[in-house]
């Protein structure tokens, strides 16, 4: 069974995607492939090293979840104040947690 991650350990990483992806959302297409790269980079280490989960790709999870964060700015621009970061934060977790467990939300949070 795989580990729990504490709560204030997700939230840290994520907070701190989000704040970089503030500087990243003006600056193109090189650093949207860093971003991906960075993001994929911390799930390869958290999936330990395999290439695929629940079938499917580290990579393709990683790209899928930066559109999903793409789709949380453009939201933004479009209704600002509809979903606030920790709504948006609590949704990437859950997308997450169908990959690893540790990512799944409690009712409390």
Known sequence: MAQRLPHWAISTQFH?????????AHSGAALDREFEEAIEAILMEIA???????????????VSLTGIIDGFWLQFLIAPGRL?????????RAYLSA??????LDDGE
């Open 16 to 24: 701190s995607l989000f704040h970089g992806f503030t500087h990243h």
């Open 48 to 62: 330990g090293g395999k290439d695929s989960i629940n079938g499917m790709a580290v990579r393709a999870i990683a």
């Open 84 to 92: 606030s970061r920790e709504e948006a934060i609590r949704s990437c």
């Open 99 to 104: 990959f690893f467990p540790q990512f799944a």
